[in-house]
């Protein structure tokens, strides 16, 4: 399980590069509406002993004190990324932070990305769909197609709705990166007919600027999943790459 310093890094990410990390939850525990069966965080259960989230003001002292370091050691720094362990909407202080990160982007490494991973569980709150359209790679996740299948992979908490969350994502206007994960397990795949179909619909449906695929690359807390390889991946959304759509796609 990982558990992060409110600023961690960077870190080589096989999708953003050199990669500076915001926790916006506890240092020592998990916070999250998800309690998905990949999750490298572990379960939900598994990260109680902390519940103290990370003031705004704490955020921007601990990010300004990294980038001073990392700036004066020559570090590069490609993206500036909000993940940590759980939802980092579900910080009291997100909008606030988010203006604070972009200011000390502009100071210190004004040509990093700012990039948010997100369950999308929160953009329907008009103050988290602003803050994030303030950053330049907001990375908001759809892993099913239906509830049902949902429920299997993330577990979310009561209320989670598919639909309601692809409405909210529709105020992006299409400026954002859609990023879902490719699985197997005993109980669902991936790459049956209607599950791939489905999201390749929500992806029709949303138009994101690009879609960012992926698989298992560590360890999980469900036993019995299975990844798939870069060309699996790659073949099964042939009609996406033909219809245009920027896909990124990471083994």
């Known amino acids: 399980m990982l558990r992060e310093e409110t600023v961690f890094g960077p870190i080589k990410s096989r999708r953003l590069g050199n990669s500076l990390?915001?926790?916006l939850l506890p240092e020592n525990g998990k916070i999250c509406n998800f309690d998905c069966?990949?999750?490298e965080c572990g379960w939900n259960k598994d990260g109680r002993d902390d519940?103290?989230?990370p003031t705004a003001e704490k955020v921007?002292?601990?990010?300004?004190a990294k980038l001073q370091n990392i700036r004066n050691s020559g570090i590069e720094v490609d993206s500036i990324t909000f993940s940590g362990d759980g939802e980092p909407t579900l910080n009291p202080e997100f909008p606030e932070i988010i203006d604070d990160t972009v200011a000390l982007r502009d100071t210190y490494y004004p040509k990093a990305k700012i990039s948010v991973l997100s369950n999308a569980t929160r953009v329907h709150r008009p103050e988290i769909l602003a803050a994030?359209?303030?950053?330049?790679?907001?990375?908001?996740?759809?892993?099913?197609?239906?509830?049902?299948?949902?429920?299997?992979?993330?577990?979310?908490?009561?209320?989670y709705d598919v639909a309601?969350?692809?409405?909210?994502?529709?105020?992006?206007?299409?400026?954002?990166?859609?990023?879902?994960?490719?699985?197997?397990?005993?109980?669902?795949?991936s790459s049956s007919p209607e599950v791939l179909d489905g999201m390749m619909n929500i992806v029709r449906t949303l138009r994101p600027r690009e879609v960012m695929v992926y698989t298992i690359d560590r360890p999980t807390p469900a036993e019995n999943l299975s990844k798939f390889t870069v060309d699996?991946?790659?073949a099964l959304l042939t009609p996406l790459f033909d219809e245009g759509f920027k896909i990124q796609i990471k083994g």
């Open 60 to 64: 921007r002292h601990d990010l300004e």
């Open 132 to 159: 994030l359209k303030k950053v330049d790679n907001p990375i908001m996740k759809i892993d099913a197609p239906t509830n049902a299948l949902a429920q299997k992979i993330n577990n979310p908490a009561p209320g």
């Open 37 to 39: 069966i990949y999750c």
């Open 51 to 53: 519940t103290v989230l």
């Open 21 to 23: 990390g915001i926790n």
């Open 164 to 189: 309601a969350v692809v409405e909210a994502l529709r105020g992006f206007n299409g400026d954002f990166i859609l990023q879902t994960m490719f699985l197997r397990s005993p109980e669902f795949d």
């Open 232 to 234: 699996e991946m790659r």
